[in-house]
């Protein structure tokens, strides 16, 4: 495994002291549940520490950069910070075949192998900043992950799918959606939802994700994409 993941690291020019640190990025801990001899650690310290530090180094770079109002940066950030990118972004490095999972987990796809590589790449950015600190950490968002800002802003990315639809029902029907939840499956660490959104008493979309907020989007966006009251 470290010959491999090795190669993972020089493809992206990471020069990584610790190796064992590297490999903790790609152990999901449903991993841990058919290996525990095996003396490996899960990645889930990691991804809370990558997370704080990604959304620190987003936050200063869009500080730097732009003279806005802060909440259209707020909206800026959690655009390039959401779990979409940034399992998007670990496919596209190459995170995808390097991922440990139980054999159960790796039957999953879609959305909850999203969440898995979100996590591992907000993983490999704590173990990046550990390992070599701050200013490599921050140097690999801003290749990997600022660099999307451009295209978020050209296609309004940033405006989320409730925000949208609550504007376009309170303007055509006066009316705020509203959300319930329809379903509720899976262990706590494994949660699905599905959630429908509603004009009034009409269901106009539903939408499924790992967290009710994540449904509701998936709902909204449904909404807009699917019916014709909005055009």
């Known amino acids: 495994m470290l010959e491999k993941i090795d190669d993972f690291a020089k493809n992206l020019k990471l020069n990584f002291s610790d190796k064992n640190l590297l490999c903790q990025v790609f152990i999901h801990r449903s991993y841990l549940n058919e290996h525990r001899s095996a003396g490996l650690k899960q990645n889930e310290r990691l991804e809370f520490l990558g997370d704080a530090v990604l959304e620190l180094a987003v936050t200063e770079n869009l500080f730097a950069k732009y003279d806005r109002p802060e909440g259209e940066m707020t909206s800026w950030r959690s655009a390039l910070v959401k779990g979409e990118s ?15 999972v139980s054999r159960g987990e790796a039957k999953n796809s879609g959305k909850a192998r999203d969440l898995i590589l979100a996590n591992a790449l907000e993983a490999l950015i704590g173990a990046i900043y550990i390992d070599q600190g701050y200013n490599e950490a921050k140097k690999f968002v801003e290749e990997h992950i600022i660099y999307k800002l451009d295209e978020i802003l050209e296609n309004q990315h940033y405006i989320d799918a409730k925000s949208q639809l609550q504007e376009i029902a309170q303007e055509k029907f006066s009316i705020t959606p509203t959300y319930e939840t329809i379903s509720e499956t899976g262990p706590d660490h494994n949660k699905k939802f599905i959630v429908g959104v509603y004009i009034g008493k009409k269901k106009v979309g539903d939408g499924e994700g790992n967290s009710k907020q994540q449904a509701q989007i998936a709902a909204a966006a449904k909404a807009l994409e699917e019916n014709n009251l909005f055009n």
Do not use: K, N, Q, V
Request: aromatic share 6%; with cysteine; net charge negative.
């Open 86 to 100: 940034l399992s998007a972004e670990a496919r596209r490095i190459g995170m995808d075949e390097y991922i440990c």
